[in-house]
């Protein structure tokens, strides 16, 4: 099927050209791209889509002169992809592949086959240019969670690969790039109500115009609540966002200062369990349906945790409903000037404030009460110093912590969860230089980056309690009869990893990059980049410690605490990357490209501790094609990418003895794919939109790991060889509005989920459906998300794999969900 569309894509944009090209052009020039669409037969807007997103010039390029692969999203895509979280932008770009399953934040996002570890370590968010988050990923914090999209966005260009080694903070990967509406002549505005089946009940609101003779504003933002996809008993999203933009334009340039200021709590999901066949089949459990329940719930929500020694220890409380929670206030502004001949571009950020994680992390699969209770009676009476106290154990028993009823059911289902408090402060600034002159038929540009970072990290990680397997769980205690006392409020134990840090970061890079003219068909582009970066900070050691020296309160018996020493680490390297590239007009709606590039990844601080220095470097070769027509816009890109430099550590569980081993390898790959998208109109009002990757990506030249760990030619992880999406929408005009009806259909296919290539997650396929009326000035649109309710799982258990047969973790995809938005524009 793959292989089908594909030529058959090829196909199409060689012969496009003939059914659009004008009789009478001479030439496909730049000159000739600017011609009427009436000369031409095709789509204005398409040809003459301007893109700024990985290109030197701050005035940016026509798409079909850039010779790089990137996608625009515009606000009206927005709406009708109704995003749940910032990465859900991607799901009409293809190359990437996104786990949004978690809710609003924690996301992952895969990139044409790269092997990573993080949530986002090769996708860089933007603002205008400006880098959000320079390290992209750092533990429990990725640059996807740190932004929301509200109707304060015009417009989202994605970069993939081209020249994005170069410019930006110089990640090899994807550059999502959010460009904010500024004010115009003509005031504007827009109100929006939306409202979702789950108790979703946001508003949105954007007002900008002109304030004074060269000077315009704009003020924007959302408040939103919402009890959540999946049910917790309490509020699962709760917050906003308000920023502002003031931009002062005058002859030779305009300068632009904006700031934003966000709020939000976000309830995450990690993975629960479900049931496997003897073939691998996974499905739901009769009683806990991950597509709409949870183990969160108010039995669950506010918590009390042991975390200093003392005959009675100190103590911290944490609210589980916080989820993920930023607080952040950033600072922004961009400035460009053309004094005669010369172009200066400068763009500058700042972002502080604090990025929160209060989440429920599992990893056992689910047991019965008295198969636990057996389990602890075994160990407790393997541990000598407690069996001197109290002698043996025999026998157990059980309540539920909230209520104190007694479970006299040793069938009832039980599982062990982690509740895991991790409180992260971050504060970062970022400046782009460009300055451009043409001489000739070149363009010449001298840039440079200066990007710092701090974070410091307080972690309680561990804090396992005894859950009832049930939507909203409640928490067991467990007493044994020689007098153990197994849990407290229902915790097995505390804090298993007690851990905070500190550290800075510094990039400092310097960039020159031509574009060559050649002829009125042919541009040539090359860049190169060299950078310095330099990261350093302390870790609090931390050891197990009985809290109150009491070896009967098993539950205290082994917390990490931390001892007030510290360790210090520190890290500076210096490396080079560049692109090369050329753009071609086969004819004037036709383009094609050639592009080489070399690319890099520092560790961060987070690696190095744990011990990982390796530089990781990407080398990426790309042939594209692009058209622009009154029937068809659409873009194909072949690429391969040769990846080294890949560390790993993973859990593994033997499935037979249950033992756990840590694997670490280091390993490279090696991806052929091909990524397409597009939109076909055969007729008029109607339009197909649609997408579509397919690649190979394997391991190679291991250079470190065990023989059963990663190997030579096992697959990549967590990120499908076939995905696609087709997207037709039809609309229906009238007297004073019109009527659309659009839906998409989503393909994506089987993959692994751990290194080892054991946890198979079967391919999938969902519907949207949604219609949209408008009326001016009024529009209202209403969407259904996942419309056949499937069963689809985005990720396996991501800290121990191997398991394989009857109960697994693994976090599926949300189920069938509802939403109403009316908008009023003024």
């Known amino acids: ?100 399953s978690g809710g609003v934040a924690g996301l992952r996002v895969g990139v044409r086959g790269f092997p990573m570890n993080g949530g986002g370590q090769f996708s860089t968010v933007q603002l205008d240019g400006t880098t959000l988050f320079p390290p992209n990923t750092l533990g429990f914090i990725e640059s996807f969670s740190l932004f929301r999209v509200d109707d304060t966005v015009e417009r989202t260009e994605v970069l993939r690969g081209g020249p994005s080694p170069i410019f930006s ?127 969160a719930g108010e039995d669950t929500r506010l918590l009390t945790f042991q975390v200093t020694p003392g005959a009675t220890p100190g103590t911290i409380n944490r609210d589980f409903s916080d989820g993920r929670t930023i607080k952040l206030t950033q600072f922004g502004g961009s400035f460009d000037f053309t004094p005669g001949d010369w172009r200066i571009s400068n763009k500058i950020g700042y972002l502080t404030g604090t990025a ?67 409180d992260k402060h971050v504060e970062t600034f970022t400046n782009d230089l460009r300055i451009s002159r043409t001489f000739g038929q070149h363009n010449f540009t001298i840039g440079s980056y200066f990007a710092t970072h701090s974070i410091s990290d307080l972690w309680y990680q561990g804090n396992n309690a005894l859950l009832a397997f049930e939507p909203n769980a409640r928490r067991i205690d467990v007493a044994l ?24 970061g510094t990039n400092i890079a310097g960039f020159i990059a031509d574009e060559w003219e050649v002829s009125d068909a042919l541009r040539v582009d090359a860049g190169v980049r060299v950078e310095h970066y330099k990261t350093s900070g302390s870790v609090g050691l931390a050891s197990n410690v009985n809290l109150d020296n009491n070896l009967l309160t098993v539950y205290n018996n082994a917390v990490s605490v931390l001892t007030g020493q510290t360790r210090a680490y520190e890290y500076s390297k210096t490396q080079f990357s560049y692109t090369a590239g050329a753009n071609y007009y086969i004819t004037p709606r036709l383009t094609t490209f050639v592009r080489i590039n070399s690319g890099f990844r520092f560790p961060t601080f987070d690696e190095i501790y744990g011990g990982f220095r390796t530089v990781q470097k990407v080398k990426q070769y790309e042939l594209g094609f692009k058209t622009a027509q009154r029937f068809l816009d659409a873009s194909l890109t072949l690429f391969r990418n040769d990846f080294e430099g890949q560390t790993y550590s993973q859990q593994v569980v033997n499935p037979t003895t249950g033992a756990i081993t840590t694997v670490i390898a280091v390993a490279g790959s090696r991806t052929w794919g091909a990524e397409l998208e597009g939109a076909l109109r055969p007729t008029r009002n109607l339009a197909i939109n649609f997408n579509a990757t397919a690649f190979r990506a394997r391991f190679r030249d291991i250079d470190a790991g065990v023989a059963n760990g990663v190997q030579n030619g096992y697959r990549v992880p967590r990120q499908p060889s076939f995905q696609a999406r087709i997207g037709p929408s039809y609309m229906i005009p009238f007297d004073g509005g019109d009527l659309t009806l659009f839906g998409a259909y989503t393909h994506v296919g089987a993959r692994f989920s751990d290194i080892q290539n054991l946890q198979k997650l079967p391919a999938y396929d969902t519907i949207d459906l949604g219609a949209a009326l408008k009326v001016d000035p009024f529009e209202l649109q209403v969407t259904v998300n996942n419309l056949t309710n499937t069963l689809a799982l985005t990720e396996g258990n991501a800290r121990i794999i191997g398991t394989t047969g009857g109960s697994v973790i693994a976090r599926s995809n949300f189920g069938r969900s509802f939403q109403a938005t009316a908008v009023y524009r003024f």
């Not at 030197?56 to 709406?79: C, K, M, W, Y």
């Open 1 to 100: 099927m793959r292989t089908v569309l594909l030529a058959s894509a090829a196909s199409v944009l060689m012969t496009a050209p003939a059914y659009a090209e004008d009789d009478g052009a001479a030439g496909a020039g730049q000159s000739q791209q600017a011609a009427s669409t009436d000369d031409q037969g095709g789509d204005d807007s398409a040809a003459n889509d301007i893109v700024v997103t990985g290109t030197a010039r701050s005035n940016g390029l026509r798409r079909l002169d850039a010779g790089f692969s990137i996608t625009t999203v515009t606000a009206e895509d927005l709406q009708r992809i109704t995003p749940l979280s910032t990465a859900d932008v991607l799901k009409t770009v293809p190359g990437t592949y996104i786990e949004s």
């Open 169 to 295: 903070n110089g990640q090899p990967g994807i550059t999502l790039n959010f460009i904010q509406k500024k004010g115009k002549d003509v005031p504007e505005g827009s109100a929006r109500v939306t409202v979702g089946a789950e108790g979703l009940y946001r508003f949105d609101g954007f007002l900008g115009g002109k304030i004074g003779e060269g000077w315009y504003a704009t003020v924007g933002g959302f408040y939103r609540v919402s009890d959540g996809l999946r049910d917790t008993q309490f509020r699962a999203d709760d917050g906003g966002q308000i920023s502002a933009t003031l931009t002062h334009r005058f002859a030779d340039g305009e300068v632009t200062v904006w700031a934003r200021r966000v709020k939000d709590s976000n309830v995450f999901f990690s993975g629960a369990p479900l049931l496997s066949s003897a073939s691998g089949k996974l499905s739901v459990y009769p009683f806990f349906d991950q597509r709409k329940d949870a183990l």
């Open 356 to 422: 929160d994680t209060r989440a429920i992390f599992t990893s056992a699969v689910p047991t019965t009460l008295s198969a636990y209770i057996a389990g602890r009676v075994t160990a407790i009476n393997a541990t000598p110093g407690i069996v001197a106290t109290a002698g043996l154990a025999t026998s157990g028993t059980a309540r539920f912590t909230s209520t104190g009823a007694a479970i006299t059911d040793g069938s009832q289902p039980v599982i062990v969860a982690g509740f895991w408090s991790i």
């Open 481 to 504: 009869d020689n007098g153990a006392q197994i849990t407290q409020n229902g915790f097995t134990g505390y804090a298993t990893n007690n851990f905070s840090d500190s550290f800075d």
